[in-house]
Nanobody, 121 residues
């Protein structure tokens, strides 16, 4: 079992930056790829980014490529999402997840409770 707790959400103006973190406890953190997903009101949950177990590989959604950076620290059992040049369309609840290296949410076994990110124009 893996427990995931996100932190770092809030309100930011367009063009600003924010860093989300996701702390894991339970089974070995480094056994899992870690992903970030988001869900805006009235929309389906969508893939944002994923990082491999060692951190050597990353993949991003086209909508965030060049603005967001995913990273992880296996010594701290934590994954991060650095979000730069934020846009109002980035407003959503952001979720971290543990599972396989994939863009598909169904391949992830464990999910955090989510943290709200709101970008004002």
């Amino acid at each position: 079992q893996v427990q995931l707790v996100e932190a770092g959400g809030g309100l930011v103006q367009a063009g600003g930056s924010m860093r989300l973190s996701c702390a894991a406890s339970g089974r070995i953190f480094s056994s899992y790829a870690m992903g970030w997903f988001r869900q805006a009101p009235g929309k389906e949950r969508e893939f944002v980014a994923v990082i491999s177990r060692t951190g050597g590989s990353t993949t991003y959604a086209d909508s965030v490529k060049g603005r967001f950076i995913i990273s992880r620290d296996n010594t701290k059992n934590t994954v991060y999402l650095q979000m730069n040049n934020l846009k109002p369309e980035d407003t959503a609840v952001y979720y971290c997840a543990a599972g396989t290296y994939s863009r598909i949410d169904k391949t992830y076994e464990y999910w955090g409770q989510g943290t709200q990110v709101t970008v004002s124009s």
